[in-house]
């Protein structure tokens, strides 16, 4: 079992940066990938980025590349996603997941285990 809660969410303005955070609590969180999830009002939940369980490797959604950069910290049972140069349309709430099964599909949200309950981004323009 994995419980996740993140923090770290507000509001900013365009062009503004915000690091959300996610802590894990369980045994195995240095096992599974991670990834974080977004899901803007009237829209489905949708892939932003992905680690795997030592951090060498990581997937990013185009519209978020270059932008956000996810990373953990495995000795701190943590997760982090760092987003510069924030856009209005990143607006949404933000989830992360963890996923502790073998495979290597990271954008599909029902590949992923254990979810944490959301924090909100408002970007104003």
């Known amino acids: 079992q994995v419980q996740l809660v993140e923090s770290g969410g507000g509001l900013v303005q365009a062009g503004g940066s915000l690091r959300l955070s996610c802590a894990a609590s369980g045994r195995t969180f240095n096992t599974c990938a991670m990834g974080w999830f977004r899901q803007a009002p009237g829209k489905e939940r949708e892939f932003v980025a992905a680690?795997?369980?030592?951090?060498?490797?990581?997937n990013y959604a185009d519209s978020v590349k270059d932008r956000f950069t996810i990373s953990r910290d495995n000795a701190k049972n943590t997760l982090y996603l760092q987003m510069n140069s924030l856009k209005p349309e990143d607006t949404a709430v933000y989830y992360c997941a963890a996923r502790c099964v073998s495979g290597t599909d990271y954008y599909t949200a029902n590949k992923y285990n254990y979810w944490g309950q959301g924090t909100q981004i408002t970007v104003s323009s």
């Open positions: 680690i795997n369980w030592s951090g060498s490797a990581t």
